[in-house]
C-alpha cells in the first residue's frame, strides 16, 4: 500500500474462527481449551520444554497456564489450532503488538505440539493467520519477533517467507537470561507472492501417497522469481 492519504487504520485482530482444511482456529477460551491445549504442548512432562521462550514460562500446570492466557487476552488475542477432522487442540498462535491504527501486527506465542509439527497444519496455521490479517483486515505489516536464540523460530521464519529485518542486542531481560530479539515482518506487498507459494505448497497434489512433500515451499517461492 503506497497511497496513505486516505489511510484510517485497521480493525483490531478478534478472529473467533478460521477454518482451513486441515486446521480451525478457535479464539482461545481458558475453561474449553486450557487443559487439552496443555496436554497438547506436552503436559507436565513437556510442555515448558516446548514453550521455554514464552515470556511468562514455565508454567506449574495446566491451570496455571490457561490462567496466565486468560489474562493476556486484554492486550492479545490468542487462537488454539484444532486439527479439522476431530476438533482436538494441537497447538497455538497469538497475534500481540497490535497496532490497527498504524495497520500493524505481530505474530508470536506459537506453540506446535508434537502431533501438528513439522505438517501441513502447521503451515496451513500461519497462512490462516496471515491471510486474516492481510486480506480480510487490511494490515499493512506483519511481525514476526524471537529471542534470537531461538533457532526453529528463524528457521520458521524465513521458510514462510518473512524478511529478517535486525537484532535489537540486550533488548529485554527474561528468565533470568539477557535476550537479543530477532524481528522479522512481511508487508502487504508482499503477501500475495507468499500466499500463491503457500497456496500450491498445501494443495494435496504436491504430497505423495506416504505424506512426503514434493517440491518445498522455498523453492516454490523462488520459481515465481
Known amino acids: ?38 496436554s497438547a504442548l506436552g503436559g507436565n512432562q513437556g510442555a515448558n520444554t516446548l514453550i521455554r521462550y514464552f515470556p511468562d ?14 489474562a493476556r487476552q486484554k492486550d492479545w488475542h490468542t487462537m488454539v489450532i484444532c486439527d479439522a477432522q476431530w476438533g482436538i487442540p494441537r497447538g497455538m498462535a497469538t497475534y500481540m503488538r497490535m497496532r490497527p491504527e498504524y495497520g500493524s501486527v505481530e ?18 496455521t500461519h497462512y490462516l ?53 530477532a524481528w522479522y515482518s512481511m508487508l502487504d506487498s508482499e503477501w500475495p507472492s507468499r500466499k500463491a507459494a503457500i497456496e500450491v505448497w498445501l494443495n494435496p497434489a504436491n504430497f505423495d501417497d506416504v505424506g512426503n512433500q514434493r517440491t518445498t515451499l522455498e523453492d516454490l517461492r523462488a520459481a515465481q522469481i
Not at 57 to 70: I, L, V
Open 107 to 124: 505474530v508470536g506465542a506459537v506453540a506446535h505440539g508434537h502431533a501438528m509439527a513439522r505438517s501441513p497444519m502447521a503451515t496451513e
Open 129 to 181: 493467520l496471515a491471510k486474516h490479517i492481510f486480506d480480510d483486515l487490511g494490515y499493512r505489516r506483519y511481525e514476526w519477533k524471537l529471542n534470537n536464540a531461538n533457532q526453529p523460530s528463524h528457521r520458521a521464519a524465513l521458510r514462510l517467507g518473512f524478511t529478517f529485518e535486525g537484532t535489537f542486542r540486550q533488548d529485554m531481560v527474561t528468565h533470568g537470561e539477557n535476550r537479543d530479539t
Open 57 to 70: 514460562a514455565p508454567y506449574r500446570d495446566a491451570s496455571h497456564f490457561a490462567e496466565g492466557y486468560a
Open 1 to 38: 500500500m503506497t497511497d496513505l492519504s486516505q489511510w484510517k487504520g485497521c480493525a483490531r485482530p478478534a478472529p473467533q474462527l478460521l477454518e482451513g482444511r486441515t486446521v480451525t482456529l478457535h479464539a482461545f477460551d481458558a475453561d474449553k481449551h486450557g487443559e487439552e491445549l496443555w
